[in-house]
């Protein structure tokens, strides 16, 4: 599903692993329905009551036949909501909002579930802030890998209510970069505003930056070796030479190195 892509005519399925998948998509897919039915789920549902002679509600339900126009399209919302959201989620899921009639319910309980109450909440915002702090780029990592650990921390937070800022990515990337990206991050700091700047041309920016070190030191290296090939060629002692051209071959691409690291 990852590689060919979600559905457009139901929701993904929700298990214990995927919950700040599962509410994205989700909410999309409710959206796409109607506006009443995304409505059901922000302020929820009620039954409608039978009204005394004065209009007041009793505590009589209404049978439905009864029930006015927009009564019956609120019922109808709810049902579209409860309906996309019983069949969004895995058997586990299923058994904590079975007992459910209104879709407002069962949305809370599984957010409750996966979210915890504002305490609980507030402590998995500690936890990511740590783990979003102490986040640096391996050196055998690729730009676009830590790129995706960056985002996938930022979307946890944004699950808890808690969005970080286009700056605050950028600033953090920037700054948990491995010693050989020193350059490029001066330049972009001090050619370019950060707060204007998007992360994905912060991204495409220093991905070409990594391509132009490699194409350098596989110029700088061809260079050298056909320079002592040559050399090793014309000189009426081959041999020592040989073993020259290695040695000298080595501290070149050594140096090669220091200079892009």
């Not at 039954?47 to 209009?55: A, E, M, N, Q, R």
């Not at 050196?139 to 937070?157: H, K, P």
């Not at 320079?227 to 691409?253: I, K």
Request: hydrophobic content about 35%.
């Amino acid at each position: 599903m990852e590689k060919e892509g979600g559905f457009v005519n139901r929701p993904p399925l929700l298990d214990e692993t995927n919950y700040d998948y599962w509410k994205s998509q989700t909410s999309a897919y409710l959206k796409s329905i109607d506006n009443k039915t995304w409505k059901a789920i922000l302020k929820g549902w009620e039954h409608p009551f039978v009204l005394d002679k004065d209009g007041h509600k009793t505590e009589v339900l209404k049978p439905e036949e009864e029930w006015s126009a927009p009564e019956y399209e609120q019922a109808l919302a709810n049902s579209r909501a409860l309906n996309a959201t019983l069949n969004g989620v895995d058997k586990n899921m299923f058994r904590m909002i079975k007992q459910c009639n209104v879709a407002k319910d069962a949305w809370e309980t599984l957010k409750i579930a996966h979210e915890g109450t504002i305490k609980i909440k507030s402590s998995k915002i500690q936890v990511l802030t740590t783990k979003f702090e102490n986040l640096k780029m391996k050196e055998d990592e690729t730009i676009r890998d830590y790129y995706m650990n960056v985002l996938d921390i930022a979307n946890s937070f944004d699950s808890l209510g808690e969005k970080l800022s286009n700056e605050k990515l950028i600033r953090k990337i920037l700054r948990s970069l491995p010693k050989r990206f020193d350059m490029k991050v001066t330049t972009i700091e001090e050619a370019q505003d950060t707060t204007s700047m998007k992360v994905e041309e912060l991204i495409e920016s220093l991905q070409n930056f990594k391509i132009m070190i490699n194409s350098r030191k596989e110029k700088y290296m061809n260079i050298a070796l056909s320079a002592d090939m040559q050399e090793t060629q014309e000189s009426p002692n081959n041999n020592e030479n040989l073993v020259g051209s290695v040695v000298l071959l080595g501290r070149l691409f050594n140096r090669i190195l220091e200079r892009a690291n």
